[in-house]
């Protein structure tokens, strides 16, 4: 695996492969990697001849209140773990690379029918972090093909919503949640939860399970449905932030008529904002 930190070294790199028409799959990341990461490595593997995967704090995503210095930072692991999985090309800039005027992009990509939603509300101007950095990274890697988890939904159609905006030629892909036994959704933040707290993580799933249940078996009050996900979740211990029955294509709430959802939730344990969902399609 070739490692990279500068964009033009890159662009070198990648040209003759563009030449020989090879397929090129992007997996972007934060680092902190866990199986949920590699697994997406995996899928990318399966789509393409080259797979290139980041590894880049954006300082954008990080509203007030949030850490950008405490994150997590694992390179040497997550080399080896990238290696392990047979990446080709690992690109990890520093962030003068990435913002060389400053560490505010001047120029900002938003999607604004996404951006003050669910997380959006919670963590005002993170999306459009997340649109801006994305719009970069496809643009120095220019893929054929970008792998993104489903565990973050509203961030993959904030990804997905900007690459057609924009007519970027990258078919955006959208893998399948990576969970523990336990369902509980693999996460670098789970890193923040102890022991104790790991062993409770997994009600947030229990609770978007039992919601499905209900919703499949023809419960139609969605506000009592998102009313009990809540109370059972504070009863685990959980502080809510949300819990809501949303359409699929653009996150707003969900009607009776709809048959297209998906359940979004997001609440905090101990020092941990954890976030899952699960799509379903009714009769």
Not at 65 to 85: H, I
Not at 243 to 251: A, E, G, H, P, V
Request: hydrophobic fraction near 45%; proline fraction near 4%; charge should be negative.
């Amino acid at each position: 695996m070739h490692t990279i930190d500068s964009i033009n070294q890159l662009r070198s790199h990648l040209w003759q492969a563009k030449l020989d028409h090879k397929v090129i799959a992007f997996v972007p990341t934060m680092g902190n990697l866990h199986e949920g990461h590699l697994q997406l490595i995996d899928r990318a593997l399966e789509e393409a001849d080259l797979v290139v995967a980041s590894i880049f704090v954006n300082p954008l995503q990080f509203g007030p209140g949030e850490d950008f210095n405490g994150y997590p930072r694992t390179f040497m692991a997550d080399q080896e773990k990238l290696m392990s999985r047979g990446c080709h090309v690992l690109f990890a800039p520093t962030v003068d690379e990435m913002y060389p005027t400053t560490h505010i992009s001047l120029t900002l990509v938003s999607v604004p029918h996404l951006e003050g939603l669910l997380c959006g509300a919670s963590r005002p101007g993170h999306f459009t972090g997340v649109a801006t950095v994305v719009s970069k990274l496809f643009g120095i890697v220019q893929p054929d093909v970008a792998i993104f988890g489903l565990k973050d939904y509203q961030q993959f159609l904030v990804i997905q919503q900007m690459t057609d905006d924009l007519c970027l030629p990258v078919n955006v892909i959208g893998a399948p949640i990576a969970r523990a036994e336990t369902g509980l959704a693999l996460s670098s933040r789970n890193g923040y939860l102890s022991e104790e707290e790991l062993g409770r993580a997994c009600q947030l799933y229990v609770c978007l399970v039992a919601c499905r249940v209900a919703l499949e078996a023809g419960e139609t009050d969605l506000l009592k449905l998102e009313e009990r996900a809540q109370c059972q979740l504070e009863a685990a211990g959980f502080t809510r932030d949300y819990f809501k029955i949303c359409r699929q294509n653009d996150l707003k709430a969900a009607s009776t008529e709809d048959r297209k959802l998906v359940i979004v939730a997001a609440a905090y344990l101990g020092k941990a904002r954890l976030i899952d969902n699960l799509r379903l399609t009714l009769p």
